[in-house]
């Protein structure tokens, strides 16, 4: 994958040429500008369309569903890449979250020899690290220094209102018939609940993975914060003796924006922080 050139082009685009000693900067001309690109993930389909919108985008997956204009861009994936679409599209620049994919799909896409750029972090200030990085590479370092002020400005209003003794906090999909998922402790989801105050809890993973009935009981979280709506959760007999479910400190929050790294990292963040604290206020009533 052309990871090497784009490196190149990151490097130069962040040097600073001076004028005889004067104070004004010049950034020095982009050695490659790209004009289209395709997504191949939901959460860059967002960063696409929100920040990115001087670059043309010419493909997308099928899951794109944010911003709603999205669905007017031709799909060029399913639940896998579309390579032959994807080559007619002929994009400048692929951007993907490399989270969704395995090692063979990946050296598929390097096998396109279209230059490649992958959100890779598991952490928000590793995210917003590679926010700069395709910043610099697409000419929209203004659009995307915005989003990142935006995200730094939530994680000063939640760290300026911690909790006195951290909640452990299971961050749940709930599945039907009793098929739920959890967020390991590794995953992006986990760092957000870490920022908005509480304390993650879930397997050594950096993901979304299953989880039965009693390793949930076992893990017997104060609080618990779902990726959509939490009845099926809170129907599940198996789980009433968990004490977030025992005492109603469950909060579901939209799917979409809890289980991606996209557009809306600042809203997650936010929403989480909120979330957290009305349900300690709620303990103490």
């Given at each position: 994958m052309r990871r090497a050139i784009l490196l190149s082009l990151l490097v130069i685009s962040s040097l600073i040429g001076c004028n005889n000693g004067q104070e004004a900067v010049k950034w020095p001309t982009r050695p490659k500008t790209y004009t289209s690109m395709v997504s191949l993930s939901p959460s860059t389909t967002e960063l696409a369309m929100s920040y990115a919108y001087t670059v043309k985008l010419v493909g997308r997956t099928a899951s794109c569903n944010y911003p709603v204009s999205v669905t007017s861009v031709p799909v060029v994936a399913q639940v896998k890449p579309d390579y032959e679409k994807i080559k007619a599209a002929n994009p400048g620049l692929i951007v993907l979250d490399s989270s969704i994919y395995n090692a063979q799909d990946l050296q598929q896409i390097d096998a396109l020899g279209i230059d490649t750029f992958e959100f890779k972090s598991d952490t928000v200030e590793g995210f917003t690290k590679e926010l700069s990085q395709l910043g610099a590479l697409l000419g929209t370092e203004s659009?995307?220094?915005?989003?990142?002020?935006?995200?730094?400005?939530?994680?000063?209003?939640?760290?300026?209102?911690?909790?006195?003794?951290?909640?452990?906090?299971?961050?749940?999909?709930?599945?039907?018939?009793?098929?739920?998922?959890?967020?390991?402790?590794?995953?992006?989801?986990?760092?957000?609940?870490?920022?908005?105050?509480?304390?993650?809890?879930?397997?050594?993973?950096?993901?979304?993975?299953?989880?039965?009935?009693?390793?949930?009981?076992?893990?017997?979280?104060?609080?618990?914060?779902?990726?959509?709506?939490?009845?099926?959760?809170?129907?599940?007999?198996?789980?009433?003796?968990?004490?977030?479910?025992?005492?109603?400190?469950?909060?579901?929050?939209?799917?979409?924006?809890?289980?991606?790294?996209?557009?809306?990292?600042?809203?997650?963040?936010?929403?989480?922080?909120?979330?957290?604290?009305?349900?300690?206020?709620?303990?103490?009533?």
């Open positions: 659009e995307i220094s915005g989003y990142v002020d935006k995200i730094y400005n939530e994680i000063g209003t939640a760290k300026s209102q911690p909790f006195p003794n951290p909640p452990t906090v299971a961050i749940i999909m709930p599945g039907a018939n009793g098929q739920h998922m959890i967020a390991g402790v590794k995953s992006f989801a986990a760092d957000v609940v870490n920022i908005a105050g509480g304390k993650a809890v879930g397997p050594d993973s950096d993901r979304f993975v299953p989880i039965d009935a009693e390793r949930l009981v076992q893990l017997n979280p104060d609080m618990i914060i779902t990726a959509g709506k939490p009845d099926p959760l809170m129907q599940d007999a198996r789980l009433k003796s968990i004490k977030a479910i025992a005492t109603g400190s469950v909060r579901g929050l939209e799917q979409d924006i809890v289980i991606r790294r996209g557009s809306r990292v600042d809203k997650d963040i936010k929403q989480t922080h909120i979330a957290l604290v009305n349900m300690a206020q709620e303990k103490t009533k």
